[in-house]
């Protein structure tokens, strides 16, 4: 019999059953379609020289060029605030309330060193430095004020008055009893590596259980640890998820030496209010708008989640509007809180978990017009939402995919169960860790990718993507925490989270409390890359069943003909076969087939009413683009 070319729509369809989807693309991992053919993904590798890893989940990330033309990227974990620069990583994490009058109590011969302050109210876990040391002479101790000025530490445990840390070398003095003095720098409170539940008095609903006790079910969810991070000109701002403000000036001298602050030189974030959901720069007219915030400045207990304020123009500290400023506030109405915010080409979009409003800038009277431009719509959690191609993208609160281009549209998809119904053996989302989900934008391949936790999990570990050339969806296991796009960096730059690793850091006596976060260079390569190893990115495809007459008699395949637009090392094609849709699939007897680019044929023996397609990858090196597959299939009986 004649070969006869299988064409497949470019896609997954993951709505309809494999039966259902006959030629179409069901399933795969670390795949993208170009020009309708599927083919690998890129690789990845770990950047820094130090081989480095950063304290705690990454939630947030920002590229920016300073007027030096220095690249940075600034990247947000629930412990600090951290920069990339010259493939190496800098701590500029704010610190908080200082606290002055601690002593010194060590032991000759070990490297536990206490720290004593009555009523410290520092917990294990928290970073920590020191300024201002004293100590005493005589002997007395081996430990150095230069190595605790200049070192960070991690609190090993604590009690009402006193905490440990663990110095790098034994006491090599006498040792000290609350001997010397010092101040405590602790690190300013970013939040959980996870989104968690609260429980406790008056989390759940009122008259549920009994009068006093602790519920022990919640409707109270503690958000992770997260940022807003954008750039008033060479200046970093950044925000704390429901927390205060603060600045970095990479224009200073010697900038990777200072640490963001709310007192940086000429960019104060001092009358900022202290608690908002998120910020950002209003690209073309540069206030600094705060979403979610406190009606009362200062007073973190009026924080309203769908209250707006927004700085005067071109001053990060000014907030009380006047005759002669664009300071001011509104409130919006449709919804009950802020989800997400970003900026577009000439407007600011917010997202509630309802409605979706623009924020245009107009000039003095009103500085800003607010005009709800969609309802139904909500985004589903604060890094949700991207600017990509002259429209803004974002996940529904509620299920589905939007878009807003001058109007609010819903994206077509058939992965949609898949992503946000758990049903049968599919793990969709985990609607109780959303605000963990990050979108991104990767400008070489036209994507839109939404990292997420499937349901069972507190840690992102899928991805659903939207090429919006191609009009089409894939699904995957990529698991990356925040992502940016190659505009400053030639490669988009992504973080991965582990939470049971130990960072390699620079923070003295750091432990795997708060996990890890890689940092990776994507569209890198064709495997994955990190401390000297290097080990292959297994991607595959598979198809929907095909059949002859639908199902009505048997096919006998006696070989097919392989076609790659590109192929490098080999690659693998597999045939499954099974009589009916609901039997268990089988390869055929001789598969699978192992092909190169000088594969020209495969003799097969393969039998079935149903035969589906797998084209993957299993070695280090490999890369492939798929482009059509001839069979000579022939009808081979009802029986």
């Known amino acids: 019999m004649a070969l006869k070319k299988l064409n497949f729509v470019p896609g997954f369809n993951k709505q309809f059953t494999p039966s259902g989807a006959e030629g179409q693309w069901i399933d795969g991992d670390f795949v993208r379609f170009r020009s309708g053919l599927p083919e690998k993904i890129g690789g990845w590798k770990k950047l820094t020289v130090a081989q480095k890893e950063l304290p705690g989940a990454a939630r947030a990330q920002h590229a920016f060029t300073s007027l030096a033309g220095e690249k940075y990227t600034a990247i947000g974990t629930s412990q600090g605030l951290f920069l990339y620069y010259g493939e190496d990583f800098y701590d500029i ?19 536990s060193l206490t720290v004593n302050k009555t009523s410290h109210g520092l917990a294990p876990g928290r970073y920590i430095t020191f300024s201002s040391v004293t100590l005493p002479g005589g002997g007395a101790t081996g430990f150095t004020t230069t190595e605790l000025e200049e070192t960070t530490y991690e609190i090993i445990s604590t009690t009402t008055n006193a905490f440990v840390i663990t110095m790098p070398a034994v006491e090599s003095g006498t040792g000290m009893t609350a001997a010397g003095g010092a101040t405590v720098n602790p690190y300013e409170i970013v939040g959980p590596t996870t989104q968690t539940v609260g429980y406790g008095y008056g989390t759940y609903l009122w008259g549920d259980g009994t009068w006093g006790t602790e519920r022990t079910i919640s409707n109270v969810t503690l958000d992770p640890g997260s940022w807003s991070l954008d750039n008033f ?160 993208y974002w996940m529904g609160d509620a299920g589905g995919f939007f878009m807003y281009d001058g109007t609010v549209k819903s994206l077509p998809s058939l992965v949609e169960d898949f992503v ?17 989900i990050f979108a991104g934008y990767n400008s070489l391949y036209s994507e839109i990718m939404w990292f997420y936790p499937k349901s069972g999990s507190t840690q992102i570990d899928r991805v659903v993507t939207f090429n919006f050339d191609e009009k089409v969806w894939t699904t995957g296991s990529l698991a990356r925490t925040t992502y940016v796009d190659a505009f400053v960096f030639d490669k988009p730059y992504a973080t991965e989270y582990d939470s049971t690793g ?138």
Request: aromatic share 8%; charged share 15%; glycine share 8%.
């Open 93 to 111: 994490s704010p610190l908080a309330t200082a606290i002055s009058g601690c002593t010194f109590t060590s032991t000759n011969n070990q490297t």
């Open 420 to 436: 946000f119904t758990t049903d049968g053996d599919n793990l969709g989302l985990n609607f109780d860790a959303t605000q963990t």
């Open 502 to 639: 130990t960072p390699n850091f620079p923070i003295q006596g750091i432990t795997n409390t708060y996990g890890e976060s890689v940092y990776y260079s994507h569209e890198d390569g064709t495997d994955q890359v990190a401390n000297g190893t290097t080990t292959p990115v297994l991607a595959f495809i598979t198809s929907g069943d095909l059949d002859i007459d639908d199902g009505e008699v048997f096919s006998s395949i006696r070989r097919f003909v392989p076609d790659y637009k590109y192929i490098t090392g080999n690659s693998k094609i597999t045939l499954f076969i099974n009589d009916y849709p609901n039997n268990t699939k089988k390869s055929s007897p001789l598969g699978p087939f192992t092909v190169s680019s000088s594969t020209d044929k495969v003799d097969t023996r393969a039998r079935g009413r149903l035969i589906a397609i797998k084209i993957e990858n299993d070695a280090a090196g490999e890369t492939w683009r798929y482009g059509t597959l001839r069979v000579d299939a022939q009808p081979d009986g009802r029986r």
């Open 233 to 392: 000109g060479q200046v970093l701002v950044a925000t704390i998820h429901n927390g205060k403000t603060f600045t970095w000036n990479a224009g200073a001298t010697n900038p990777r030496t200072i640490r963001a602050s709310s007192n940086t030189t000429d960019y104060l974030t001092t009358n900022n209010p202290t608690a908002s959901v998120m910020t950002l720069v209003s690209d073309r007219d540069r206030h600094l708008i705060h979403l979610g915030t406190e009606t009362t400045i200062g007073n973190s207990s009026t924080q309203d989640p769908m209250f707006i304020r927004f700085s005067n123009q071109e001053d990060l500290n000014s907030y009380t509007p006047t005759a002669t400023n664009t300071a001011g506030t509104f409130r919006l109405d449709a919804g009950s809180e802020i989800r997400a915010a970003v900026n577009a080409k000439d407007y600011t979009l917010v997202l509630t978990d309802r409605a979706a409003y623009t924020m245009t800038f107009v000039g003095p009277p009103y500085t800003f017009s607010i005009r709800q431009v969609g309802t139904g719509c909500g985004c589903i959690g604060q890094h949700a939402v991207v600017y990509a191609n002259g429209a803004v």
